[in-house]
């Protein structure tokens, strides 16, 4: 049981190039999103999905693309990148708890430059 | 508006001592979910707790402890006798009903640095 996975770890990008940021889970999760993190503010969400085929737009959503073929995984997309998408990405996935609300697994996350 | 306020921005601590990061939280609902997140100079992030908002015990955890108070809306993080390894940023977070299905709402942190 892996939990979340994503990959890369580390990635310089130059401005305008394009590139996948992977992310499967092996847990089954139906819910999955992905957060980018900055400093000083936090981590805020990009895009989620409620399952596979199912995709919208979360709080900063330019720039970024997703799909969702699959329960296990959510790549992210960055159709041309722009050095303001220097961030370190966190991919998330989430199941309902007994009792109420949800419970989170977060991948280890991306360090993404863009110069 | 934020829904989750972390004021402090940054605290350093002489080891041993007792430091509590405050957190504040909006919402218009009356089931939510309050989570504290640790995350060390490696960058992973560490789960500490998760409250409901019909539990106001506050819960202790060996060194760690959390005090619940809805007539506030806060929900507060002590870290009693610090230690160098506690040193990292603390992120606390909301989800509500109102929020995107399980979305969660995250303050901008608190870096917090103990000395040795």
């Known amino acids: 049981n892996a939990g979340v996975t994503q990959t890369p770890k580390f990635q310089v990008l130059k401005t305008g190039q394009s590139m996948t940021l992977q992310c499967a889970q092996d847990?089954?999760?139906?819910?999955m999103s992905w957060y980018r993190q900055d400093p000083g503010m936090g981590l805020r969400l990009i895009h989620y999905?409620?399952?596979?085929?199912?995709?919208d737009q979360g709080e900063v959503p330019n720039g970024y693309n997703v799909s969702r073929s699959t329960t296990e995984d959510f790549p992210l997309r960055l159709l041309s990148a722009a050095p303001s998408q220097t961030s370190v990405y966190f991919c998330?996935?989430?199941?309902?708890?007994?009792?109420?609300?949800?419970?989170?697994?977060f991948g280890s996350g991306t360090r993404l430059t863009v110069v | 508006a934020q829904k989750v306020t972390q004021a402090q921005t940054e605290i350093s601590v002489v080891e041993k001592e007792d430091v509590t990061l405050d957190c504040v939280y909006e919402?218009?609902?009356?089931?939510?979910?309050l989570f504290w997140y640790k995350q060390p100079p490696s960058g992973e992030l560490v789960f500490l707790i998760r409250?409901?908002?019909?539990?106001?015990q506050n819960e202790i955890s060996g060194r760690y402890s959390w005090n619940f108070q809805k007539s506030t809306s806060s929900f507060n993080f002590t870290i009693t006798a610090s230690q160098v390894v506690d040193s990292a940023v603390y992120f606390c977070?909301?989800?509500?009903?109102?929020?995107?299905?399980?979305?969660?709402?995250f303050g901008r942190g608190t870096q917090l640095t103990v000395w040795p």
């Open positions: 998330a996935s989430s199941f309902t708890q007994t009792g109420g609300g949800y419970g989170y697994t």
């Open positions: 847990m089954n999760h139906e819910y």
């Open positions: 999905s409620v399952g596979a085929g199912i995709t």
């Open positions: 919402t218009r609902d009356t089931t939510y979910y």
């Open positions: 409250r409901n908002s019909f539990d106001e």
């Open positions: 977070a909301l989800n509500d009903r109102g929020s995107t299905l399980g979305r969660l709402y």
